[in-house]
């Protein structure tokens, strides 16, 4: 894996433990796996198109 060995992925995850605390692993780890969920999500949607039609941005309407 990136070539990092069991040595280099200890000292890693013991700076981060120094940095954000234990009780906060959890939460950061929680917050990336559902980061990674929706980004997942969002890449089998189909697309939307966002563009305003030129007509309705004239008149002022907006759509509901």
Do not use: C, H, W, Y
């Not at 433990?17 to 929680?30: D, H, Q, T, Y």
């Amino acid at each position: 894996m990136f070539g990092l060995g069991p040595l280099e992925l200890g000292i890693i995850l013991a700076i981060v433990i120094v940095l954000f605390g234990a009780k906060r692993l959890p939460e950061i780890g929680s917050g990336i796996g559902k980061a990674i969920k929706n980004f997942k999500s969002g890449l089998s949607q189909e697309e939307i198109d966002v563009t305003p039609d030129k007509e309705r941005v004239d008149e002022g309407e907006t759509k509901p």
